[in-house]
């Protein structure tokens, strides 16, 4: 593992001649001014998630109901009782509707803190029945985000992006603060994206996306006839200006920054967006949803702020208005619905959402902005997919293609669709989907469909697929579900290693090229007419990718031949064994001799060739291909020779292509984030985890709609929006949302590749493990069987740790605790401390599945 000062060493260095940001001069001409781990960075606070003292203990105060009619009920919380109509308040619940739901009478509230509120679900006999979370509270406090910048340092869009030293990472990194959300969003302006309403039927056809007032992109319907069209011409399909109140439109007209874009809930589907006029001091609050169903009407509810000198005109009106806890009052008015429809859809998106994350692998954590944004990535890609059908594009967008084809059929898209749903428990569902695309558009011979049509994307994708297909076995040993999938990865594996023959055949052994693996490293850069052994050069991460799934799929094989004493799946497991040996041999060998044969500077930098053929580049020359995709499938195999890894690394800061632990995307300000997984999973392998928490936090602070997800494709940072270059590059796409998901997972709960170790907490920062903060995670599935834990801060230097693990579980525990005062461990009741962490011993397990340390 790379030390925590190397790491550090390496970002910090630079070629001759790099050009700083006017707006980091600074720190960057005269860092020491600033003293390395002694000084805290600017921050702002999290508007997302912020509760005010006392504000979490009222939302969670919910009244009780008895004597529940159509019209009307008697509400109790704490020493009050008193009798309420829809529209009346008590204790700051106002008393939305009563509906109807499954046979029984059930109350519906709203209450609203600064930031947040929520809405409750209350029935006579079962109190509480759903609880649902809101990221919008009062109106007047919406506005744009925030920036501290106390040392100068923060990041800008220059007229022209010049490379060079990631300043703004290098400033957080050693600061005495782990990155957060507080200290990365401080630098810089936010993304601000849309919002997607959709559900799992419709796929993009039924979906919305809401501007960030919370105008629908989608119009009307299109004019009839022959001639040209215009938007303005039929209007938006929704557009809450409809039903706002007055004749004074200016008043809740959006000014930009000046809208607070979440999805109900943290996570569910359901745009909830509040808008705030800073000139006239007015706003308003939308919500849209849509049911369930391919063919599902959407159901829309504006709650409008009403001006004080506006107020007598709704005295004795059909149209009742309400004071908020804000001291304002409200409109509420309901579009294709009426407010008992409205509610009784949305309890049941809730329902759907809450229970499935819930039972799976239910997670506290003291960040729960990071936990809604990892949640938020399964829920916008199952909501893009057209039920089992695949595609890239999050809602609809550039990538849409209907009938499924070409980009639709992405395979970087599906392997990371279906590997974020196995790290969250959710393999069962992953398989359905998994089988469906192998089923349908993996070739006879063995190749995508996709790579048939207009572009061809790189051969590793196999690789990653037997990954994948082996750790569905290992999380859930379905055996039926491994042998439904074997023939169509028996037609795979041959397709791959046919390529991998052709270079043994064709080359001599000793040849640098002998035993690698032809193919087309990325989409854009392959030509289904060009295909062939010389149409590209050989690059290593395609044969490391090969390698790395030929060796989970004999590890699958021979763990399932040992379970069923099926002796033709430990034959397979030899078989593959066997190839899995002597094809990493042959890649190490051309791996070693390029390395022998590099140029001088590139030896001096220590930079990682990409092909044999790559012994003459240019240490500050990094391609934008090989910074945004190469290196990062490179990364993701795990070749398990860390310093290959931080030869890559060198090679972009040498290149000055980062920000804010971002890679960039060329030379531009800009970060390709669907392949960001990659530096994930690079970051999460070192000592050192705050460079990881940088990479995490940034993706979803910069290269995200930090409250409604939407990710594009490429992201310029900061500041920017749907709308800014390539359609293409705008367009929010699967991987780019699921980024959260993996890397939250990541930090939680990580499992080396070729060593049987399981690391917990292994990045979560130094601030969760304060007094009082508690990290809990349950029914975390891992190939050494399940484990559940709780660590608890008693204080800033003690802890309880409760773990439990599966009966059989076969692998070191490795707890990972970080004290805020960042000094070593000093006690614990089981296990061995090191460093800032303790080892549970496999053996530990053998008699006992359930431990309760403690921690100081």
């Known amino acids: 593992m790379l030390e925590r000062r190397d790491f550090l060493k390496l970002l910090a260095i630079t070629g001759a001649g790099c050009t700083f940001h006017p707006a980091l001069d600074l720190f960057a001409e005269n860092p020491a001014a600033l003293p390395k781990n002694n000084y805290t960075p600017g921050r702002i606070l999290n508007d997302y998630s912020l509760l005010l003292p006392g504000e979490e203990e009222a939302l969670r105060a919910v009244p009780s109901v008895t004597a529940i009619s159509y019209n009307g009920l008697t509400a109790r919380l704490g020493a009050r009782s008193v009798t309420l109509q829809p529209g009346e308040v008590l204790e700051g619940w106002r008393l939305i509707t009563i509906v109807g739901m499954n046979g029984v009478e059930t109350a519906v509230f709203e209450k609203h803190a600064t930031h947040r509120g929520a809405i409750a679900y209350v029935t006579e006999r079962q109190g509480t029945i759903a609880w649902i979370p809101k990221y919008i509270g009062s109106v007047a406090q919406i506005r744009p985000r925030q920036t501290s910048t106390p040392h100068g340092v923060k990041l800008e869009r220059a007229s022209h992006y010049v490379p060079g030293p990631d300043v703004t990472g290098l400033y957080l990194l050693n600061s005495s603060e782990d990155p957060s959300y507080e200290n990365v969003a401080a630098l810089g302006a936010e993304y601000i994206g849309w919002t997607l309403v959709a559900n799992e039927q419709g796929g993009p056809q039924a979906s919305l996306y809401l501007e960030a007032d919370g105008t629908s992109r989608e119009i009307a319907d299109k004019p009839s006839g022959a001639g040209t069209w215009e938007q303005d011409q039929v209007g938006a399909y929704f557009d809450p200006a409809s039903l706002l109140p007055?004749?004074?439109?200016?008043?809740?007209?959006?000014?930009?920054?000046?809208?607070?874009?979440?999805?109900?809930?943290?996570?569910?589907?359901?745009?909830?967006?509040?808008?705030?006029?800073?000139?006239?001091?007015?706003?308003?609050?939308?919500?849209?949803?849509?049911?369930p169903g391919a063919d599902a009407t959407p159901l829309g509810r504006v709650r409008s702020m009403i001006p004080e000198d506006q107020i007598a005109q709704y005295a004795g009106s059909h149209h009742s208005i309400t004071k908020d806890a804000d001291g304002h009052f409200y409109l509420d008015r309901y579009w294709n619905c009426t407010p008992q429809s409205f509610y009784s859809?949305?309890?049941?998106?809730?329902?759907?959402?809450?229970?499935?994350?819930?039972?799976?692998?239910?997670?506290?954590?003291?960040?729960?902005?990071?936990?809604?944004?990892?949640?938020?990535?399964?829920?916008?890609?199952?909501?893009?997919?057209?039920?089992?059908?695949?595609?890239?594009?999050?809602?609809?967008?550039?990538?849409?293609?209907?009938?499924?084809?070409?980009?639709?059929?992405?395979?970087?898209?599906?392997?990371?669709?279906?590997?974020?749903?196995?790290?969250?428990?959710?393999?069962?569902?992953?398989?359905?989907?998994?089988?469906?695309?192998?089923?349908?558009?993996v070739l006879p011979n063995g190749d995508f469909l996709y790579n048939t049509q207009d572009q061809v994307e790189a051969p590793l994708n196999i690789g990653i697929f037997l990954a994948n297909s082996a750790r569905s076995y290992h999380y859930?040993?379905?055996?039926?579900?491994?042998?439904?999938?074997?023939?169509?990865?028996?037609?795979?594996?041959?397709?791959?290693?046919?390529r991998y023959e052709y270079s043994k055949q064709t080359f001599a052994p000793g040849d640098r090229r002998y035993g690698l693996i032809y193919g087309s490293p990325e989409a854009d850069l392959g030509d289904p007419n060009n295909d062939f052994p010389k149409s590209h050069p050989l690059y290593y991460q395609n044969s490391a990718w090969i390698w790395r799934g030929l060796t989970e799929h004999a590890r699958c094989l021979r763990l399932a031949s040992d379970i069923s004493g099926d002796q033709a799946l430990g034959a397979g497991a030899t078989h593959y064994e066997a190839l899995a040996k002597e094809m990493r041999a042959n890649i190490q060998t051309s791996l070693a001799a390029t390395l022998a044969l590099r140029a001088p500077d590139m030896k001096a930098?220590?930079?990682?060739?990409?092909?044999?053929?790559?012994?003459?580049h240019r240490p500050k020359d990094l391609s934008s291909y090989e910074n945004h995709r190469f290196m990062h499938d490179w990364f993701l195999a795990d070749w398990g020779v860390p310093e290959l890894d931080l030869g890559h690394l060198r090679h972009r800061e040498l290149a000055g292509m980062q920000i804010i632990g971002l890679h960039t995307d060329g030379a531009e300000a800009r970060t390709s984030n669907?392949?960001?997984?990659?530096?994930?999973?690079?970051?999460?392998?070192?000592?050192?985890?705050?460079?990881?928490?940088?990479?995490?936090?940034a993706l979803v602070c910069y290269a995200a709609d930090s409250g409604n997800c939407y990710a594009p494709e490429d992201a310029f940072i900061p500041g920017s929006f749907p709308g800014e270059g390539s359609r293409y590059g705008w367009a929010s796409v699967i991987n780019s949302t699921l980024q959260p998901t993996l890397g939250l997972r990541w930090l939680l709960c990580y499992e080396e590749s070729d060593m049987d170790i399981c690391h917990?907490?292994?990045?979560?920062?130094?601030?969760?493990?304060?007094?009082?903060?508690?990290?809990?995670?349950?029914?975390?599935?891992?190939?050494?069987?399940?484990?559940?834990?709780?660590?608890?801060?008693?204080?800033?230097?003690?802890?309880?740790v409760v773990l439990d693990v599966s009966k059989g579980f076969t692998a070191d525990v490795v707890i990972h605790i970080h004290p805020e005062n960042r000094k070593p461990l000093q006690n614990a009741s089981a296990g061995k401390i090191t460093g800032d962490s303790i080892v549970l011993p496999r053996t530990s397990f053998a008699t006992q599945s359930h431990f309760e340390l403690d921690v100081t």
């Open 760 to 800: 917990l907490q292994k990045a979560a920062p130094k601030h969760w493990f304060v007094a009082g903060k508690t990290i809990s995670v349950a029914k975390c599935p891992t190939r050494f069987g399940s484990v559940s834990w709780t660590t608890t801060a008693l204080s800033d230097r003690h802890w309880k």
């Open 674 to 697: 669907f392949m960001d997984h990659g530096s994930l999973a690079v970051k999460i392998r070192q000592q050192d985890y705050r460079p990881f928490l940088l990479n995490l936090y």
């Open 246 to 291: 007055g004749e004074n439109p200016q008043i809740y007209e959006y000014t930009h920054g000046y809208s607070k874009r979440t999805l109900l809930g943290g996570y569910l589907p359901v745009a909830d967006i509040g808008v705030w006029n800073p000139r006239y001091e007015c706003g308003y609050e939308t919500m849209l949803l849509l049911p």
């Open 345 to 441: 859809e949305l309890a049941g998106i809730w329902n759907r959402w809450s229970s499935m994350y819930e039972s799976t692998m239910p997670v506290k954590i003291p960040d729960e902005w990071l936990l809604n944004a990892a949640r938020a990535g399964i829920t916008l890609s199952r909501c893009s997919y057209r039920g089992l059908e695949p595609t890239y594009q999050i809602g609809e967008g550039a990538y849409t293609k209907i009938p499924e084809r070409s980009h639709a059929l992405f395979p970087v898209a599906q392997y990371e669709f279906i590997w974020a749903h196995q790290l969250w428990n959710l393999t069962g569902d992953a398989d359905v989907y998994f089988q469906y695309y192998l089923d349908k558009y």
């Open 476 to 498: 859930t040993r379905n055996l039926e579900a491994l042998r439904k999938r074997l023939p169509i990865l028996e037609r795979m594996i041959a397709f791959a290693l046919a």
């Open 605 to 616: 930098a220590d930079i990682t060739p990409f092909t044999p053929d790559d012994i003459d």
